[in-house]
């Protein structure tokens, strides 16, 4: 709690500070003209309103013996005047508070998400892999909206309550203090006691019960986009009502903690409100006791009822916080996820140009500590401008060998060289540009085409553009398009089809134009017919670049120059085509097995 504390002050609050002194001083003059200056108007400008001749002097006018020397007219303007000046002043500061907070507010929860979200970006890719991707899409947009709400709504009373409650508590004591009734201070310090009790006991519980309903949240959208993205499978399995049945528990398990919240949170109010009236009971009754005037006791009265009313407004305000430290502990969980992947702190460089040497030296991977080992003691090395395939059953390690080349995971043990440079040694930027890479899903953005051509390289110019579209075969398509180049792409590329999005993907990384080319399955998703449109733009990729093909067909390692046999993390076979058919059992069997 301390060090959630010391960093959101460090992040948020300290770098806006000079907002933060605007929102203490308005909300201060704000409580100061309601807990403080209503009660002394009754206490000392209505006697002199309603102070007729013959009767004593008002306190004011004993005070300031200079207002007695004015005319009875010019008296009663002044102390009229008063009034709205007061009230004046009043609006003014909640106004100018309201407006301070709020945007102070906003300032800093859109920081707070920004940071979440290039949190995210700089973590591991084994970071977004084993979460659910709707959990964290709800802390990255609802997490930081409910915390957003709960500060705008609470910003006009965020400092003006607690401060209220000192105005009107230290105005309480001056009036009992100049009256001489100050025993029933303590009297009413217990009565004081008695209302912070069940602020403290509910904001505990609605802290509680926020993050469980956060949580909830969070699966709620999981299972939302889950089965957005599998409805063939929901329908072609039957699944419609197992999904709705398991739809409905997260809901209502996320209804019965948000209702608890709501629960503890408007119980406050019946129970301040009792204890507001006992307070005003025992007032009446002592000053009833004491021989107090009504004019003194409507001035206390209001001094008490600022007290109990600012406390219990400050105790809606204290749970309202409460219920948004649910979502800002579940966004803080992201922002101090460990990175186990830094960059170096002091980063070399490589040379230029790049020429593409990769070597694994006795490298090991397990996705995690504990867990069997996907990679075990690979050695090998590839020579700058070879074209490798890398071919096994599946889950035999031929991706993550692959994946450890740019820095998608780290090697657990040994070390992976590009140029005889440990890959760890540079910046995670720095060494993915020299690496394109085209996978099996050709994953688009939205946006046009030629947008997403220029990923590879956003300064190219437009005579680039074109001959990456050319070597490509995206200029084949794009005359049907119908906007061409500027055509418009909806999420993930819809509006093409599986071999033209795979085809602005190769243009993106023929743009690119880096030493390194990683082929992950680029054509497992396609058609055979697509497949060999597709494999002639592949191969004029692969040509002058080191380049890594992982293959699920053995047609697409047909030019290879070197292939890599790949069984339970281990490299078996190790050559060319024939000598591997000659002499490696599993490369015959797995080559037979698909009559290529």
Known sequence: MI?????????FIIPNWRWMVLVFASGLIASATSGL???????????????????????????????????????LLMACASIPLVFFLRGFFLWGNAVSVNYVGLRILEALRMKVFDRVQQLPIAFTETRQKGDIISRVTADTANVQTTLTSVSNDLVKQPVTTLCALVAFIALLVSTGHGLLFFINLLFIALAVWPIMIFGKRISQRSKKAQDGLGELNSLLQQNLETQREVRAYGLEQRQTDDFCSASETYCRNFLKVVKYQKALVPVMETVTSLALAVLLVQGYRCGMDLTTFMAMAAALFFLFDSMKRAGQTFNRLNEAQGPLER??????EPDTMPDPEQPVEFGQPVRGELRFRHVSFAYSAG?????????????????VGLVGPSGAGKTTFASLIPRFYDATSGS???????????????????????????????????????LGREDASEEAVQAAANSASVSAFIGTQPQGMNTKLGDGGSGLSGGQRQRVAIARAFIKNAPVLILDEATASLD?????????????????????????????????DRILVFDAGCIVGDGSHEQLYATCPLYKELYDRQGV
């Open 37 to 75: 200056g209503i009660p002394l108007l009754v206490k000392y400008v209505f006697p002199v309103v309603f102070h007729t001749e013959g009767d004593e002097l008002p306190e004011l006018l004993r005070y300031v013996p200079s207002l007695q020397s004015l005319e009875p007219g010019t008296l």
């Open 3 to 11: 060090d959630r504390m010391k960093f959101f002050l460090r992040e």
């Open 371 to 387: 867990s069997a080992a996907v990679l075990r003691d690979i050695d090998v090395v590839i020579p700058a401008g070879q074209v």
């Open 528 to 560: 055979a017919e697509s497949e060999r449109a597709i494999q002639q733009e592949l191969d004029s990729l692969a040509k002058g670049r080191t380049t890594l093909i992982v293959a699920h067909r053995f047609s697409t390692i047909r030019n290879a």
């Open 416 to 454: 992976v060289e590009l140029d005889g440079i440990d890959v760890r040694a540079v910046t995670k930027h720095h060494l993915r540009e020299q690496i394109a890479l085209v996978g099996q899903q050709a994953l688009l953005f939205a946006g046009t085409i030629r947008e997403n051509i220029l």
């Open 331 to 336: 966004l803080y969980e992201v922002l101090r």
